[in-house]
């Protein structure tokens, strides 16, 4: 599956961005979508998924402020962020999971300024 991520931007600290993926096929058939960061000089983290069951998961450094959720019509997730901190400020990645396969959006840059 193809992944096309967009929303990214420049945002000051405290505002908030939204984050869009578009699969190439069907939602429905993904078992998984979420959402990782890549900081400057940093790994890859997880920031939230998305199970087809509907089941969410984020990374502590983001619980509270941020929201991953789904429109099958659309075979988009999205990522919504709140309360946006200048350590939020990295490359986000769109990934999708079915079965053993992942496939990986080409990542859209997040910049909070302080």
């Known amino acids: 599956v193809q992944l096309q991520a967009s929303g990214g931007g420049l945002v000051q600290a405290g505002g908030s961005l939204n984050l869009s993926c578009v699969t190439s096929g069907s939602i429905f058939s993904l078992d998984i979508m979420g959402w990782y960061r890549q900081a400057p000089g940093k790994q890859r983290e997880l920031v939230a998924i998305?199970?087809?069951?509907?089941?969410?998961n984020y990374a502590d450094s983001v619980k509270g402020r941020f929201a991953i959720s789904r429109d099958n019509a659309k075979n988009t997730v999205y990522l919504q962020m709140h309360s946006l901190k200048s350590e939020d400020t990295a490359v986000y990645y769109c990934?999708?999971?079915?079965?053993?396969?992942?496939?990986w959006g080409q990542g859209t840059l997040v910049t909070v300024s302080s």
């Open positions: 998305l199970t087809r069951g509907g089941s969410t």
């Open positions: 990934h999708a999971r079915r079965m053993i396969t992942t496939s």
